[in-house]
T-cell receptor, first 117, second 111 residues
Framework: DAGVIQSPRHEVTEMGQEVTLRCKPISGHNSLFWYRQTMMRGLELLIYFNNNVPIDDSGMPEDRFSAKMPNASFSTLKIQPSEPRDSAVYFC???????????????FGPGTRLTVT | LAKTTQPISMDSYEGQEVNITCSHNNIATNDYITWYQQFPSQGPRFIIQGYKTKVTNEVASLFIPADRKSSTLSLPRVSLSDTAVYYCLFDSGGGADGLTFGKGTHLIIQP
């Protein structure tokens, strides 16, 4: 398996533009997680899905952020409109765990480095 | 809110044993403690996981005291390639807000 795939790897955009980050989880994994990493706040869980259903989005910072998982092999994280403070590395991870269960290892993608100018 | 404490950075030399401790005072009763390793420009990678006492795998050991309010990652005989950031992860309950990565310990190994 190729592991978790994220695209694009780098995104530079202007404030106010819409940004869409994409993730393909590992086949057979039924949980998917979106994280944001910054120097100030470290790794933060934004939202997680189980069997394509959003379970908990309490980590999503604002209404400008939204995430979807239309099928088991694809998820998107959208920011509209983007702001400079959204600049960060966004990671997608997947696991075999049925829910938010730390007994199951999470497999992380390579991340998308987002810069909003 | 969940709280966790790790040293910000540590230095060591090749061949030494390195121990990194993470405190997690409000871990949930049934939760595992997991450690991840992250290299620059990569996502975190699983190292080891445990619930209590001691766990050992081919790369590390994890020591968890009876009260489970802390855990210690032990890396035997480190090499230059172990230079990375190490995170502990636990769940203090309460959904996504409770899943907490530590701030990370930047381990630097020198020759």
């Amino acid at each position: 398996d190729a592991g978790v795939i994220q695209s694009p790897r780098h995104e530079v955009t202007e404030m106010g533009q819409e940004v869409t980050l994409r993730c393909k989880p590992i086949s057979g994994h039924n949980s998917l997680f979106w994280y944001r990493q910054t120097m100030m706040r470290g790794l933060e869980l934004l939202i997680y899905f189980n069997n394509n259903v959003p379970i908990d989005d309490s980590g999503m910072p604002e209404d400008r952020f939204s995430a979807k998982m239309p099928n088991a092999s694809f998820s998107t994280l959208k920011i509209q409109p983007s702001e400079p403070r959204d600049s960060a590395v966004y990671f997608c991870a997947s696991s075999l765990g049925p829910f938010l269960d730390t007994a199951y290892e999470q497999y992380f993608g390579p991340g998308t480095r987002l810069t909003v100018t | 809110l969940a709280k966790t404490t790790q040293p910000i950075s540590m230095d060591s030399y090749e061949g030494q044993e390195v121990n990194i401790t993470c405190s997690h005072n409000n871990i949930a009763t049934n939760d595992y403690i997991t450690w991840y390793q992250q290299f620059p420009s990569q996502g975190p990678r699983f190292i080891i996981q445990g619930y209590k006492t001691k766990v050992t795998n081919e790369v590390a050991s994890l020591f968890i005291p009876a009260d489970r309010k802390s855990s210690t990652l032990s890396l035997p005989r480190v090499s230059l390639s172990d230079t990375a950031v190490y995170y502990c992860l636990f769940d203090s309950g309460g959904g996504a807000d409770g899943l907490t990565f530590g701030k990370g310990t930047h381990l630097i190994i020198q020759p």
